[in-house]
């Protein structure tokens, strides 16, 4: 069995004491119904238990958290390699990080700039400039005459440590004071440095007046500089308080004439102090109070139109925002009964940014008695940007604030996170960020015609190498689109997913289990031929590769196939067949085998779709991003898929276009951005409803339970019990958020969160409570034999027949089973749900609400985490909103989905610069005769 990984008696999750037998040095496919076992068993049991004895083979220091790492629920596991999971999750939510980051291209461009980069025409004088000790000499005099300044040698830049060496070299020479991170020190001063923060230390070598008779001395000074540290000097001008940085050519070093010759790396870097733009700290980007969403309807007073984050939450707060308002308001004179828009723009402006120097007479009321305070006013934004300052990141009452904010692009660097002097420096007439905004397929055609001079060709040969390496493995996963300035936290988790296929299949590693997610999200079917190719070339290179995926042409391309079942949660984690694809085609046992089988098995009844007859929202001139100022019919009252290859401009048309401009017109603000010129057929429409992958929480105290808002009704249940009311319970007692009822060592959470240090956190489950989320007080109170977090426990499925005859409690239920969630537990952490998941989720929470049959819901690839049997069921539910007269618009590349669709529009016909244009529009039918496009190619085969 040396050739496979035998696992015996998994029961992790919903596993039923599972045996199985996984071959090594194949693709090795798991797929079945959602919620079936997938994911535990390649994931939580054959991925953990490989990650569990990798930390047992660290160092002492890591194996004491050892005892706090769940072991998988199994008998035993043989065979297992060293193991690698590359999931569907955002990679970082730090803006700093990009694909080049990541991948470490930039850390490369970073290198190439250092050594073949020649400084451009626009420098300005504050750029480091090569000169002669004579010229430099001569352009002090010229430049600086008769200002004080200090010439210093920058033997420190940027680095963390105490720095005694260079401390000391600076003693021995006879010098006695020191630049240190913008203060003039004596040199003994210097030994308090705290070794964990970066400094910056420039030696001072002489204090003098520039002037003709101290020519000689200013010479000598620049020589001795050179001799402490080569090539570099600073001229401090204590007049404007403003250095000037020259790089001075020795003739005592050999090669120093080359401009680029001993550029530090960190010039060109944006997460350094010595690269990054002054202004946004090397982010590219401001975050602001937006007043736009401060302001939340314009028709009302101030007072009443303001944000209930400013006014407060509480009683008390909100009556000292309506004393500060009154008290503004009769200072100046200002009608506060008017709206807020026919204010002046100067009576605005005094709201939102203060009174200046004016000083205000305010009275406050107390509890006990009131006081008056006169003060300047500093206005509603300004409060609320040291209100953030002042506020944790990670509680509820930040995120509200975020919610009020904007990012606006940074004036200084606009957007390129660099300081201007790093800009001058470049190849081929690009600098660095401009290279590093073209994307993937540009940048592979940019190097593949770079040309240098042979010296420079040969310092730069292996740097090259690496840079081409890696963009051929990021095209070769379907990401040609991309570039690699583009942030990880907008990632898609697909796109994540396969940027670190990319950097696995650079690291040529064997000998390695792969453990992927789905790693077809997000692809259209012509992109997903190379991800496919790429598992392969894992494969050959001796490594074994495990997916979890309900892709058509995965499953077929698999050498061997396990089909779990029979049902999702507790009615699945068994396997219903397995073998290769053929023998899985030919198993009369496996769901999958079935649909497999008959590729028009996917399909519901049709619907008397009509385009001429519907009502159509109509936007013109889409210009974001890659869009080629195109126009757009988007018929109403159907079912609208908008497809097209990675990168063509989906996203771009409908979340980034389409979806502001109505919900601005709804919010009565400007129907006009820079992004399009004009729409219409709004008013067919009184209600969007946004459905996305991104995560519906960030505590596990968050649960379906919660976010469906069943909860409330459940504590209410547990508070009118009989025990509950002898006892006193108020409905406070079963909530986890509380004290009182709640497990006081995990908070109510039910696990407990364990820092690694160098691994990601690990969740553990509390061992106070065991999980329940109570005490045992809170858990004496019982309803049908159930306590609250064996009630909890219960999938929805189960929980519906529990709770039969509370209509409050079933009716939102059954809507989550509606959407094929019936397997999730109630009191299941969101954080451990899937992207696909957390969408049915929301999708399911929008449901239970009244619809008004003229909503516009949009779906971000609804078909994420779904087999064919669910993508069927979802079809069903999006087939009743639309015959109550709803409109839908779904962004897929699935096409069982586009198949039973009323409209396509597709775009293309390539991604990135080479889309952003409409390929074709029409019913299924229509796109597949048009025969445009790689849309029509590959639906044309489910339609024969």
């Known amino acids: 069995m040396n050739d496979s990984i035998v696992i015996k008696g998994a029961r992790e999750h919903n596993l039923q004491n599972l045996d199985l037998v996984v071959p090594r040095n194949q693709l090795v496919v798991f797929t079945g119904l959602s919620g079936s076992g997938k994911s535990t068993l390649a994931f939580d049991?054959?991925?953990?238990?490989?990650?569990?004895?990798?930390?047992?083979?660290?160092?002492?220091?890591?194996?004491?958290?050892?005892?706090?790492?769940?072991?998988?629920?199994?008998?035993?596991?043989?065979?297992?390699?060293?193991?690698?999971?590359?999931?569907q999750r955002v990679t970082s939510r730090n803006p700093r990080s990009t694909v080049g980051t990541i991948t470490e291209i930039y850390d490369y461009y970073r290198l190439l700039y250092c050594k073949a980069a020649e400084k451009s025409d626009d420098m300005d004088d504050s750029l480091p400039t090569f000169l002669s000790v004579t010229k430099l000499v001569q352009s002090l005099l010229k430049k600086l005459d008769g200002e004080r300044v200090l010439i210093m040698a920058p033997v420190v830049r940027a680095r963390k440590g105490a720095h005694k060496k260079e401390v000391s070299k600076a003693l021995s020479k006879g010098y006695i004071r020191a630049r240190v991170d913008s203060k003039?020190?004596?040199?003994?001063?210097?030994?308090?440095?705290?070794?964990?923060?970066?400094?910056?230390?420039?030696?001072?070598?002489?204090?003098?007046?520039?002037?003709?008779?101290?020519?000689?001395?200013?010479e000598k000074s620049i020589q001795n500089s050179l001799e402490f540290f080569p090539e570099r000097l600073i001229i401090y001008v204590v007049g404007d308080a403003r250095d000037y940085e020259y790089r001075v050519m020795d003739k005592r070093l050999k090669g120093s004439s080359s401009e680029t010759s001993k550029l530090d790396p960190r010039i060109f870097s944006f997460n350094s102090p010595l690269g990054a733009c002054e202004t946004c700290k090397g982010l590219g980007f401001r975050i602001v109070f937006d007043s736009e969403k401060i302001i939340l309807d314009k028709a009302l007073p101030i007072n009443e139109a303001v944000s209930q984050t400013w006014m407060g939450r509480t009683r008390a707060e909100r009556l000292r925002r309506e004393e500060i308002f009154s008290a503004v308001s009769k200072y100046y004179k200002i009608d506060l009964k008017l709206p807020y828009c026919r204010l002046s723009d100067k009576v605005k402006n005094i709201f939102l940014y203060g009174t200046g120097k004016d000083e205000i007479q305010f009275k406050f009321k107390g509890k006990e008695k009131s006081f008056r305070s006169k003060q300047p006013f500093i206005g509603v934004i300004n409060e609320l940007n040291k209100k953030a300052k002042n506020t944790d990141r990670n509680s509820d009452e930040f995120l509200r604030l975020r919610e009020l904010q904007t990012k606006l692009c940074c004036s200084a660097c606009v957007g390129s996170r660099l300081r201007p002097s790093s800009l001058t420096f470049k190849i081929q007439n690009l600098n660095i960020t401009q290279l590093a905004q073209k994307s993937i397929s540009a940048a592979i055609e940019f190097f593949d015609n770079l040309k240098l001079s042979v010296a420079?060709?040969?310092?730069?040969?292996?740097?090259?190498?690496?840079?081409?390496?890696?963009?051929?493995?990021?095209?070769?996963?379907?990401?040609?689109?991309?570039?690699?300035?583009?942030?990880?936290?907008?990632?898609?988790?697909?796109?994540?997913?396969?940027?670190?296929?990319?950097?696995?299949?650079?690291?040529?590693?064997?000998?390695?289990?792969?453990?992927?997610?789905?790693?077809?999200?997000?692809?259209?079917?012509?992109?997903?031929?190379?991800?496919?190719s790429s598992l392969d070339n894992l494969k050959k290179n001796g490594n074994s590769v495990i997916v979890v995926e309900h892709d058509r042409d995965t499953i077929k391309a698999a050498d061997y196939v396990f089909d779990m079942g029979p049902g999702a949660g507790e009615r699945g984690g068994k396997?219903?067949?397995?073998?290769?694809?053929?023998?899985?085609?030919?198993?009369?046992?496996?769901?999958?085998?079935?649909?497999?089988?008959?590729?028009?098995?996917?399909?519901?009844?049709?619907?008397?779709?009509d385009f001429k007859k519907s009502k159509k929202i109509r936007i013109k001139g889409c210009t974001h991003n890659n869009l080629q100022n195109i126009d757009a019919e988007i018929p109403l009252g159907a079912l609208?898929?908008?497809?097209?290859?990675?990168?063509?401009?989906?996203?771009s048309l409908i979340i980034k276009t389409l979806i502001p401009a109505l919900k601005g017109i709804m919010k009565g603000g400007d129907d006009s951005n820079s992004f399009y010129a004009a729409i219409s057929g709004d008013e067919n429409l009184d209600r969007i409803i946004q459905v996305d992958q991104s995560p519906i929480g960030r505590s596990p105290r968050s649960n379906p339970a919660t976010y469906s808002g069943v909860f409330n009704h459940i504590r209410d249940l547990y508070t009118n019990t009989r025990e509950s009311k002898i006892r006193g319970y108020k409905p406070g007692r079963f909530s986890f958020n509380v004290k009182g009822g709640r497990c006081d060592v995990c908070e109510g959470a039910g696990v407990v969160r364990i820092e690694m240090r160098f691994l990601p956190d690990v969740f553990i489950t509390c061992s106070d409570c065991n999980g329940n989320r109570y005490n045992r007080e809170t858990l004496m109170v019982r309803y049908r034999g159930k306590n609250i977090s064996?009630?909890?426990?219960?999938?929805?499925?189960?929980?519906v027949e529990f709770f039969g005859a509370i209509p409050k409690i079933v009716r939102p239920l059954q809507i989550l089973n509606e959407v094929?969630?019936?397997?999730?537990?109630?009191?299941?952490?969101?954080?451990?749900?899937?992207?696909?998941?957390?969408?049915?989720?929301?999708?399911?929470k929008e449901l239970i609400k009244r619809p008004t049959g003229k909503t516009l819901y949009v779906l971000d690839e609804p078909s994420t985490g779904l087999h064919f049997a669910d993508i069927e069921r979802l079809l069903y539910l999006i087939d009743r909103l639309v015959r109550a007269g709803n409109s839908i618009i779904v962004i897929e590349h699935n096409m069982d989905i586009i198949k039973n669709s009323d409209y396509v529009i597709d775009l293309g016909p390539d991604g990135g610069d080479a889309g952003g244009e409409i390929v074709c529009v029409g019913t299924p039918c229509e796109i597949v005769g048009s025969k445009k496009g790689y849309t029509a190619k590959h639906l044309a085969e489910y339609f024969n």
């Open 184 to 218: 003039i020190l004596e040199l003994d001063e210097t030994k308090t440095l705290d070794k964990n923060k970066p400094h910056n230390i420039d030696i001072v070598i002489d204090r003098l007046i520039i002037k003709r008779a101290s020519a000689a001395r200013i």
């Open 45 to 87: 049991t054959i991925y953990a238990e490989g990650r569990r004895k990798y930390v047992e083979s660290l160092s002492v220091y890591a194996r004491q958290f050892v005892d706090k790492l769940n072991k998988p629920d199994l008998d035993s596991i043989e065979g297992l390699c060293p193991s690698v999971s590359i999931e």
């Open 790 to 799: 064996e009630a909890l426990n219960l999938s929805i499925e189960d929980a």
């Open 640 to 651: 609208v898929c908008v497809t097209g290859v990675s990168g063509s401009g989906k996203s």
């Open 820 to 844: 094929g969630l019936g397997y999730i537990r109630l009191g299941q952490p969101v954080t451990t749900l899937s992207g696909g998941e957390a969408q049915r989720m929301k999708l399911a």
């Open 575 to 609: 396997i219903v067949a397995q073998g290769t694809p053929d023998e899985l085609l030919s198993s009369n046992e496996s769901v999958t085998g079935d649909y497999l089988r008959s590729i028009e098995s996917v399909s519901i009844p049709a619907r008397n779709f």
């Open 456 to 532: 420079k060709q040969e310092v730069c040969k292996e740097i090259l190498i690496q840079i081409k390496s890696r963009l051929i493995f990021l095209d070769k996963v379907g990401l040609s689109y991309i570039a690699i300035d583009r942030a990880a936290n907008t990632l898609s988790g697909g796109e994540t997913q396969r940027v670190h296929l990319a950097t696995q299949m650079g690291s040529s590693l064997t000998g390695v289990l792969y453990v992927l997610d789905e790693p077809s999200i997000g692809l259209h079917q012509r992109d997903n031929e190379k991800v496919i």
